[in-house]
């Protein structure tokens, strides 16, 4: 079955920097697009960042661009998100989810467990 | 950025009964909408995709509907475990853009 374990949350000072990882297993990762999405404390989902199967364009939510940069590694199975000048409205279980096509531009099929990110001085 | 909206955002039910869950989306998204259902300390579930097609092992008794800017998601005689809140997602055009949520509980 599909799986999804993000790793690389943790504490961060504000305007620091955090580089999460998500390992995929349990079906081809090359020929999906993939997606981070966050949920803030008692909050609901909000989509952050999307990249299609071949990495050919990448995807930002607003609140992220210019400052998060995702990138996958199809030969590792592995999809990463950089996340850069973070702020306290960062703080968020960050998901690692499977897009149901090889394009971005999909709903999403599987979740990880998520990983937490807390930005605190 | 399309703005999804959901109403309402609290939904009292009893068990048994139906519930109708709406989504507005400030532009038209086509087809190109999706709907989860996310319980306390879990995981969102996919339940529906491309606005009327369920998922894999989703029960018959969701739902969805519509296209456009208006979406609907029905819960037929709710059981104890449809307690949760509920999400649109659109992935029409980019930013994708998730709804605030539904939350239906129990009266």
């Known amino acids: 079955q599909v799986q999804l374990v993000e790793s690389g949350g943790g504490v961060v000072q504000p305007g620091r920097s955090l580089r999460l990882s998500c390992v995929a297993s349990?079906?081809?990762?090359?020929?999906?697009?993939v997606h981070w999405v966050r949920q803030a404390p008692g909050k609901g989902l909000e989509w952050v960042a999307a990249?299609?199967?071949?990495?050919?364009?990448?995807y930002y939510g607003d609140s992220v661009k210019g400052r998060f940069i995702i990138s996958r590694d199809n030969p590792k199975n592995t999809l990463y998100l950089q996340m850069n000048n973070l702020r306290a409205e960062d703080t968020a279980v960050y998901y690692c989810?499977?897009?149901?096509?090889?394009?971005?531009?999909?709903?999403?099929?599987?979740w990880g467990q998520g990983t937490l990110v807390t930005v605190s001085s | 950025e399309i703005v999804m909206t959901q109403s309402p955002a609290t939904l009292s039910v009893s068990p048994g009964e139906s519930a109708t869950l709406s989504c507005r989306a400030s532009?038209?998204?086509?087809?190109?909408l999706a709907w989860y259902q996310q319980k306390p300390g879990q995981v969102p579930r996919l339940l529906i995709y491309?606005?009327?097609s369920r998922a894999t092992g989703v029960p018959a008794r969701f739902s969805g509907s519509g296209s456009g800017t208006e979406f609907t998601l029905t819960i037929s005689s709710l059981q104890s475990e449809d307690f949760a809140v509920y999400y649109c997602h659109q992935f029409g055009d980019w930013p994708q853009t998730f709804g605030q949520g539904t939350k239906v509980e129990i009266k």
């Open positions: 491309g606005a009327s």
């Open positions: 989810a499977k897009s149901g096509a090889y394009s971005a531009s999909s709903f999403v099929d599987s």
């Open positions: 990249i299609p199967y071949d990495a050919i364009g990448k």
């Open positions: 349990g079906f081809t990762f090359s020929r999906y697009g």
């Open positions: 532009e038209s998204v086509s087809s190109n």
